[in-house]
């Protein structure tokens, strides 16, 4: 369908610039010795063939642009651009009787050129302080609907997301955590995490691509098992290419949270105000508490860094460094807890015979 547009277009522009080209070939013709049928063919081509080549860039194509731009471009925005365009054409209207009483050609001039410059900088102010005007509207919004009656104030509260980061939906956990029920907003993916996915299940790695199609299994079991919903967006950020980036900004613009795994995400989305939910921190918040002086069972699997130390882990995956235990390896002792150490890689837990 694109290229037939495009094919038509041209067709039209083609037409279009030959009869132009015609009446500039007629006109030429005046001022020189030759007959007007000569150049009047001779322009006709050469307009022929510029509409020809020239007509889908100036026509369709910037339109295709400009059409993008206002589907992907963010609500406020939009508003900002439409309310910054009517104060600058009204500033202009109320300059145009004023411009158009002085002398030409200034009066001819002025009024377009006062048009131009009030819109710009309306709509560059106005884009600027986008987010002081959404606050602003949502101010009127709220204040509105508290004047209503009761029964608009019994309305369901507007939907809330988390963004879903590709290392959260690789790691899998996330499935297991919605059939919990401690989450209860809406998992959101955009479109280019589930792209990065994509291109991780595609990856020649064997360990890659057996990761990125896991990360896949994951979005099918919560889009048709999780008792949360979980939805697919299209909403992007064409300000930015990264999708670490773009993630943050998507968080800031729908003020939600994301949910990730990646320690760089992790800094740089709360450096930004964006909240953040990591599993592993959830992880590590629901590990056994044990308390010095406790006793516990454990089977040393491996040595320690220090000389005489054994090492075993309990079933949630908390490290257990035991005193005097390497002498024991592969036996299950029951040890005494001495000290539990809270790092940032998990808890650790020191114990002795």
Not at 36 to 63: C, D, H, K, M, Q
Not at 89 to 97: F, G, K, W
Request: proline share 5%.
């Amino acid at each position: 369908m694109k290229l037939s547009v495009d094919f038509i277009f041209r067709i039209i522009g083609a037409i279009l610039g030959a009869l132009l080209g015609a009446y500039i070939g007629q006109e030429v013709s005046l001022f020189f010795d030759g007959t007007s049928e000569s150049y009047a063919v001779l322009f006709a081509l050469i307009g022929f063939l510029a509409g020809l080549i020239l007509t889908p860039y100036i026509t369709i194509r910037p339109l295709r642009y400009v059409t993008h731009q206002l589907i992907t471009m963010p609500p406020e925005k939009l508003v900002a651009i439409i309310i910054g365009l009517f104060i600058g054409l009204m500033a202009a209207a109320l300059l145009a009787l004023p411009l158009s009483l002085l002398g030409s050609p200034f009066r001819q001039v002025l009024p377009l050129l006062a048009a131009v410059v009030f819109c710009y900088l309306s709509v560059i102010i106005m884009v600027s302080r986008q987010n002081e005007l959404k606050a602003f509207l949502n101010g009127l919004r709220i204040s509105q609907s508290g004047n209503e009656s009761g029964e608009s104030s019994s309305a369901p509260p507007p939907e809330q997301f988390i963004l879903l980061d590709t290392s959260v939906i690789i790691d899998g956990r996330i499935a297991d955590i919605s059939k919990t029920g401690f989450i209860r907003d809406t998992l959101l993916v955009p479109n280019f995490i589930l792209s990065e996915l994509q291109h991780i299940a595609d990856s020649p790695d064997p360990l890659r691509r057996g990761r990125g199609r896991l990360g896949l299994d994951v979005l099918t079991n919560l889009q048709n098992e999780a008792p949360i919903p979980t939805k697919i967006t299209d909403m992007d950020v064409s300000e930015v290419r990264e999708a670490d980036s773009k993630l943050v900004a998507l968080a800031k613009h729908l003020r939600c949270p994301i949910l990730t795994n990646d320690y760089n995400l992790n800094r740089v989305a709360e450096l930004q105000g964006v909240t953040v939910l990591n599993i592993n921190d959830l992880a590590n918040a629901v590990k056994v508490n044990m308390l010095p002086g406790e006793s516990l069972n454990i089977k040393i699997i491996q040595e320690g860094r220090e000389p005489g130390q054994g090492i075993g882990f309990l079933q949630d995956g908390t490290m257990v460094v035991v005193e005097d235990g390497s002498p024991l390896m592969n036996k299950t002792l029951n040890v005494t807890v001495t000290k539990v150490l809270q790092t940032s890689a998990g808890r650790m837990i020191f114990a002795r015979t």
